[in-house]
């Protein structure tokens, strides 16, 4: 799925986000990780603790590059397993009516 804004179609990225260490420390990375994000994308969904849709036209190196810069600075120098993905389809299942209706409520490539 490409989501579009202004008119520029944007691809979705799929982050996946395991902090190296669980309990208060890995809840500071991913917290860490959120803020991060909000840096790059006002535009994202979260469907899990360990996952974020961003809907960005910054390359998935980009943005792996921006958020181990980002953790790095906030003192998580070792931000444990962190996978950025573009996506050019996604498909599915079970969404919550937020996601759904946040997915719709930016226009989709007609080519994608």
Same mark, same amino acid.
């Given at each position: 799925m490409t989501l579009s804004r202004a008119g520029v179609a944007m691809p979705l990225h799929l982050v996946i986000h395991r902090p190296p260490s669980p309990g208060t420390e890995g809840e500071a990375c991913r917290a860490a990780l959120r803020e991060a994000v909000w840096e790059v994308a006002e535009s994202h969904w979260a469907p899990g603790d360990e996952a974020v849709l961003v809907s960005s036209d910054l390359s998935s190196d980009y943005l792996l590059s921006h958020f181990r810069r980002s953790l790095a600075r906030r003192g998580f120098d070792d931000p444990g397993m *962190?996978?950025?993905? @573009?996506?050019?389809? +996604? &498909?599915?299942?079970? *969404?919550?009516?937020? @996601?759904?209706?946040? +997915? &719709?409520?930016?226009?989709?490539?007609?080519? @994608?």
């Open positions: *962190l996978i950025v993905a @573009a996506t050019s389809h +996604i &498909a599915m299942h079970g *969404l919550p009516r937020e @996601a759904q209706d946040w +997915i &719709a409520a930016v226009p989709q490539d007609e080519d @994608a």
